[in-house]
């Protein structure tokens, strides 16, 4: 199993520009979830899905947009980047649904690291 | 509500000494707890976890963690630290809602 992976590593976007990171599992998970990581503020939530075609709101979703066609990929699209989205973009996975009560770890993928000038 | 916070935004100790990376929670529900492991440049790693059962868990690497409901706090030891532990270390809390709750890093520092 090749695990989470996401694509790109890096990305240099001029304000304004839109674009989509990928993120992919192998571990047929239904949970996957996007977070940013700020110096000083860990990692906070953006989007998250609880399986195909159905997606939901995070702590931090403003700028961005999700879908999630399969169980395997969850792309993240940045439609207007700005400055202030400069950050490392974690994907993770997990088999169980949280708030069913699952207790299963979430397995990060390496992370994309974004900077928007 | 659930909230994490970790106590040290930065710890440093000697090589072969002691480590204690503390973390109180704050849960509606009982929680899962998870201490996650980033080194530089990587991604997150899963050092351990709590989730009902042994109050003291042991992780990889030589790491244990031990839940106190009554001080609702679940802090990271390592007998002996290595230079190899020099990463960022996460606290997070889930349960009973549909996100995990980070903190907000402490950063381990191991001197030689």
């Known amino acids: 199993n090749a695990g989470v992976t996401q694509t790109p590593k890096f990305q240099v976007l001029k304000t304004g520009q839109s674009m989509t990171l990928q993120c992919a599992q192998d571990?047929?998970?239904?949970?996957m979830s996007w977070y940013r990581q700020d110096p000083g503020m860990g990692l906070r939530l953006i989007h998250y899905?609880?399986?195909?075609?159905?997606?939901d709101q995070g702590e931090v979703p403003n700028g961005y947009n999700v879908s999630r066609s399969t169980t395997e990929d969850f792309p993240l699209r940045l439609l207007s980047a700005a400055p202030s989205q400069t950050s490392v973009y974690f994907c993770?996975?997990?088999?169980?649904?949280?708030?069913?009560?699952?207790?299963?770890?979430?397995?990060f993928g390496p992370g994309t690291r974004l900077l928007v000038l | 509500a659930q909230s994490v916070t970790q106590l040290d935004s930065h710890v440093s100790v000697s090589e072969g000494t002691p480590v204690l990376l503390r973390c109180n929670y704050s849960?509606?529900?009982?929680?899962?707890l998870f201490w996650y492991v980033q080194h530089p440049n990587k991604g997150l790693q899963l050092l351990l976890k709590?989730?009902?059962?042994?109050?003291l868990v042991k992780g990889i690497n030589g790491f244990e963690a031990e839940f106190k409901k009554s001080e609702t706090s679940f802090h990271l030891t390592k007998p002996s630290a290595h230079m190899s532990d020099a990463a960022e270390y996460f606290c997070?809390?889930?349960?009973?809602?549909?996100?995990?709750?980070f903190g907000t890093g402490t950063s381990l520092t191991v001197i030689p």
């Open positions: 993770a996975s997990s088999y169980s649904i949280p708030q069913r009560g699952g207790r299963e770890t979430q397995y």
């Open positions: 571990m047929n998970h239904e949970y």
């Open positions: 899905s609880v399986g195909a075609g159905i997606t």
């Open positions: 849960s509606s529900y009982s929680p899962s």
């Open positions: 709590y989730t009902s059962a042994a109050t």
């Open positions: 997070v809390v889930s349960g009973g809602g549909n996100q995990f709750y």
